[in-house]
């Protein structure tokens, strides 16, 4: 199975920060990562698929990067409603497999 | 707009089985796979497998063959996950979500497995 190494486990940042979160996959993934924001008590919420790929509705402060075996996601401003916990998602091979977790504070 | 809505809490004995449910609107129910997931408390989420309603075809975690079963209705746009031979290692919320890269997701069930 596919490894996915998602880092930090959790941080804090102030409002209007700038934060990145990483997912290290074991071997590469050719793009085929979705990053997901995911609210207590709520189901996850696409942000990011195929990568760098913005999902309608999502707000533009997001971005995703990445190729080969290294992606992250960024936060360029937090906000308030960013507070939560971020997935990452390989689906290059079977089976999928999911970073372990970042939660996300406003300091 | 596209909806995934599942089933109720699910409170089961050891040994014994529960059927959740995942039932699409919004979209044509053949034209994306159904995909399972398990999260336990502590965030951990694990893909169980996924469901291709077209055609019946399915994909499993080799962690959860002969743990899972999906199937799907399509007259009724449902996806069903059993569960059986259940221990307390099974309890956990379960979510379906759809497509490959599972952009909507159910809101998921909730089953405890206590004696």
């Known amino acids: 199975d596919i490894q996915m190494t998602q880092s930090p486990a959790s941080l804090s940042a102030s409002l209007g920060e700038t934060v990145s979160i990483e997912c290290l996959a074991s071997?590469?993934?050719?793009?085929?990562l979705v990053w997901y924001q995911q609210k207590p008590g709520k189901s996850p919420q696409l942000l990011i698929y195929?990568?760098?790929r913005l999902q309608d509705g999502v707000p533009s402060r997001f971005s995703g990067s990445g190729s080969g075996t290294q992606y992250s996601l960024k936060i360029s401003g937090m906000q308030p409603e960013d507070e939560g916990d971020y997935f990452c998602?390989?689906?290059?091979?079977?089976?999928?497999?999911f970073g372990a977790g970042t939660t996300l504070e406003l300091k | 707009q596209v909806q995934l809505q599942q089933s109720g809490v699910e409170l089961a004995k050891p040994g014994s089985s529960v059927k959740i449910s995942c039932k699409a609107s919004?979209?044509?129910?053949?034209?994306?796979?159904i995909h399972w997931i398990k999260q336990t408390t502590g965030q951990a989420l694990e893909w169980t497998g996924y469901?291709?309603?077209?055609?019946?075809?399915?994909k499993y975690n080799e962690k959860f063959k002969g743990k899972a079963t999906l199937t799907v209705d399509k007259s009724s746009s449902t996806a069903y996950m059993q569960l059986s031979s259940l221990t307390p290692v099974d309890t956990a919320v379960y979510y379906c979500?759809?497509?490959?890269?599972?952009?909507?997701w159910g809101q998921g069930v909730m089953v405890t497995v206590s004696s």
């Open positions: 979500a759809r497509g490959g890269n599972l952009d909507y």
């Open positions: 469901i291709a309603p077209g055609n019946g075809g399915t």
């Open positions: 919004g979209y044509t129910f053949t034209r994306f796979a």
């Open positions: 998602l390989q689906g290059s091979k079977f089976p999928y497999t």
């Open positions: 071997e590469d993934i050719s793009n085929y």
């Open positions: 195929a990568a760098n």
